[in-house]
């Protein structure tokens, strides 16, 4: 979802884990319990097409089955890899070393920080 991840070390992995994480925490127990359903079943869906699973595959491989799930005829699927996909942008671009490579430069003080 994020092709710059693949050069990512284990600190930088942790901090998106991190992240992550904390964007879970604020949300109800069942909507946690269904992103890991929705993680479950991603993971095995590719079983039925190539014989493995989600984690086993290839990156050509993985890449294709997430671009067919997120456009799915089935709308929850459909939602899911959405909001799964949203969850893993805010844990790449969450990072300081990330955003100082953008050029991001917000803060907590808004429009006055520009005066």
């Known amino acids: ?9 284990e600190t930088a992995w942790r901090d998106v884990d991190a992240a992550i994480a904390q964007a879970l925490a604020k949300r109800p127990p069942a ?6 359903m ?5 993971d095995t869906l590719p079983l039925f097409r190539w014989g493995r699973r989600f984690h086993a595959l290839g990156a050509a491989r993985r890449a294709r089955f997430l671009d067919a ?3 799915s005829p089935i709308p929850l699927v ?4 959405w909001g799964l996909r949203t969850l893993i942008f ?7 070393e990330v955003q ?4 991001y430069r917000a803060s907590a ?4 920080a520009r005066r």
């Open 1 to 9: 979802m994020v092709p710059d991840a693949a050069t990512l070390d």
């Open 31 to 36: 909507a946690r319990r269904q992103l890991a």
């Open 38 to 42: 929705l993680v479950r079943v991603l």
């Open 69 to 71: 799930m997120q456009y």
């Open 78 to 81: 459909r939602r899911g890899v």
């Open 90 to 96: 805010l844990g790449y671009y969450a990072r300081v």
């Open 100 to 103: 100082t490579t953008l050029g």
């Open 109 to 112: 003080r808004g429009w006055a």
